[in-house]
């Protein structure tokens, strides 16, 4: 019953910015664990960006200092604000939900719900 709706993401160039949008159909939903992830063509999902109940965050080391994971309560959404694109940022782009982790989850079984995936392109 609870779903997870993204939006944004989409063509952008190098150095430019993208806002990525998760929309909690339950807005109680935006007190658990939560992340994004991304996925090239051929690769594994893989971790991007967490934020634990608490509101302590973690992001993998290539996205450090570029990207910011955040809640909005007002929109009932789970956001991730990306500067200074690079090319290698491209990717489908997920957002998840954890009903029973508390903390920063940075592996892709510690989630039990997924969005539907948001292209984001970033060209030269």
């Known amino acids: 019953q609870v779903q997870l709706v993204q939006s944004g993401g989409g063509l952008a160039q190098a150095g430019d910015s993208l806002r990525l949008s998760c929309v909690a159909s339950?807005?109680?939903?935006?007190?658990?664990?939560m992340g994004w992830f991304r996925q090239a063509p051929g690769q594994e999902r893989e971790f991007v960006a967490a934020?634990?109940?608490?509101?302590?965050?973690d992001y993998t080391d290539s996205v450090k200092g570029r990207f910011t994971i955040s809640r909005d309560h007002y929109r009932n959404a789970l956001l991730l604000q990306m500067n200074s694109l690079e090319p290698e940022d491209t990717a489908v782009y997920y957002c998840?939900?954890?009903?029973?982790?508390?903390?920063?989850?940075?592996?892709?079984?510690?989630?039990?719900?997924w969005g539907q995936g948001t292209q984001v392109t970033v060209s030269s």
């Open positions: 934020i634990a109940w608490s509101g302590n965050t």
């Open positions: 998840a939900l954890s009903r029973t982790y508390y903390g920063l989850g940075t592996d892709v079984g510690r989630y039990d719900f």
């Open positions: 339950d807005p109680s939903w935006l007190t658990y664990a």
